[in-house]
């Protein structure tokens, strides 16, 4: 960034002198050239390094999609995005939308934190420190809405009862904020979340008159739903941020039990409750009705704590999940806990599925009772004879923690096409520290064995365990070739004082003397 900068200043200066140079006593002063305008993609601006800062000042409102060409999530919300992008170029002169490719801009990908894919940020008056993200926002008419609400009113003030039913009885859910004055506690809170909400319609209303119509006597959120009798009120006691706002808000906005399919499989996740319980049932079976009914009567107990969904056994697109969890068809119907922090599951201890076995097994698990269920394969005859040795649930801590021994893990799904090409490859470099006395080579199966480790990368991934350490795991991100494996691996095993004077290679030889006295020390 630094070079760049300083040949622009050198090429501006040079132009300069040459302009200058130029006019004599009959000539006029050169007129100011203007920088040729940012490109243009169907209405979105090409962003890159050399000109996003120039973007930024430039708009006042930028809204910034971060992707990868080939991304298919990336591929699905940019068509979207320039719909998005071409209403507000039409309205809003103030408000543009931007793209940055960050296979190609990897410097703007490092200094924004870019991590998943697509990521959309809005900087708002040139702020380049602190934009904010836009999440869970993938249509059109939902990225107006986000954008209009950051940009203007976040909630439609209701002055009329008539004003209040027409606002519920026009939406599929409707969110209204009863509040005595208007500013202040839990009315900041709501104009917040509404803003984060762009797919639910928001009103609010400070009239005693309209609140009274609606039984409301205190502050407090209301989630109406077209058509249905049943209304969810949320109290000011049970909102202390806006994030426990909008998982009160999200969750009524479902049904108490959630059905696990294509669609629902996105909208799940964007409910803020970090606990799933999950059914495995077959919805043709004979006792179908009788488990449903006490799922869902559990499902109203614990509420905004746990989300509830059903998956039906029968649907053969649901085959990725059965295998995640290692659900057979011996196991139905099961019910399985899953923490989305830890990626730790839990088994209800008891085969029946009644009221009282799922309380049991809910209350259990938030209370922190409950214990994660791991499952391995049997250790294999001459797993460690091989020069890839083989490990299971039950090897694995020997291995990778081990005392004496440096690990290098791969860790592979066997149906994965990716991981069958790499196995040659993991092989050789197997061969080729077969006998170094520290250092081994390994490979474990995840669909079958789960370990104590929690890990978000997709298959397959790369850990290095150092030898001596029982809590360190090194996470490998480079390129998949037996030459970049190797040179990982002799960097991460060089002795501490190497790895010193490589990182400090740049630095002044009294500057790594100071460092080596203080590691003496």
């Given amino acids: ?220 959120v209301t989630v109406f739903h077209k058509g249905k009798p049943v209304r969810y009120e949320i109290s000011e006691r049970d909102v202390e941020t806006k994030l426990d706002l909008i998982r009160l808000i999200r969750t009524y906005n479902m049904d108490l039990v959630t059905e696990y399919n294509l669609e629902t499989s996105v909208t799940i996740f964007d409910v803020p409750v970090g606990s799933h319980i999950l059914l495995f049932t077959s919805k043709t079976s004979d006792n179908f009705s009788k488990i449903y009914e006490n799922y869902e009567s559990a499902a109203v107990e614990f509420r905004g704590k746990i989300m509830f969904i059903l998956v039906d056994t029968n649907e053969t697109r649901n085959g990725r999940l059965f295998e995640y969890f290692r659900i057979t068809e011996v196991d139905v119907p099961a019910v399985r806990i899953l923490n989305l922090t830890s990626d730790a599951k839990y088994q209800m201890p008891a085969d029946d599925v009644t009221s009282e076995n799922l309380r049991s097994f809910c209350q259990s698990y938030l209370e922190g009772k409950a214990k994660p269920k791991l499952a391995t394969e049997e250790i294999p005859d001459g797993w460690d004879q091989k020069p890839v040795k083989e490990l299971v649930g039950k090897n694995f801590n020997y291995v990778a923690f081990n005392k004496s021994s440096h690990a290098f893990i791969m860790f592979y799904a066997p149906w994965s096409q990716k991981c069958k090409e790499l196995f040659p490859i993991w092989d050789v470099l197997g061969s080729k520290y077969q006998h170094h006395e520290n250092i081994t080579i390994a490979r474990i199966d995840c669909t079958a064995n789960e370990i104590q480790l929690m890990v978000l990368d997709r298959y397959p991934y790369f850990r290095y365990f150092p030898e001596g350490s029982d809590t360190q795991a090194v996470r490998y991100t480079g390129e998949k070739t037996l030459e970049a494996f190797t040179e990982f691996l002799e960097q991460q095993t060089k002795p501490k004082v190497d790895q010193e004077n490589s990182k400090n290679s740049e630095d002044s030889g009294g500057q790594v003397k100071e460092d080596l006295r203080k590691e003496e020390l």
């Fill in 1 to 220: 960034m630094r070079a760049s900068l300083l040949f622009f200043l050198l090429s501006a200066g040079f132009s300069l002198f040459l302009a200058e140079a130029e006019i004599g006593p009959n000539t006029s002063k050169a007129k100011k050239v203007k920088a040729p305008k940012i490109k243009e993609e169907e209405n979105v601006l090409v962003l890159t390094s050399e000109n996003f800062g120039r973007a930024l000042k430039e708009y006042k409102y930028l809204l910034v999609t971060f992707y990868i060409a080939l991304s298919g999530p990336s591929q699905t919300v940019g068509e979207e995005f320039s719909k998005a992008a071409e209403l507000f170029k039409k309205s809003s002169p103030d408000v543009r939308f931007g793209k940055v490719d960050i296979t190609a801009e990897k410097a703007l990908g490092k200094e924004f934190e870019i991590k998943e894919f697509p990521t959309l940020k809005l900087f708002v008056s040139g702020d380049r420190k602190t934009p904010t993200e836009c999440k869970g926002v993938r249509s059109a008419s939902a990225f107006v809405t986000w954008l209009n609400r950051r940009t203007g009113p976040s909630t439609v003030h209701l002055n009329s009862t008539e004003q209040a039913v027409a606002f519920i009885e026009s939406e599929e859910v409707a969110i209204i904020g009863f509040f005595k004055e208007l500013h202040g506690g839990m009315a900041d809170i709501f104009y917040e979340a509404a803003k984060d909400v762009p797919e639910l319609a928001f009103g609010v209303v400070s009239s005693e008159d309209i609140s009274a119509y609606f039984g409301v006597t205190k502050n407090a």
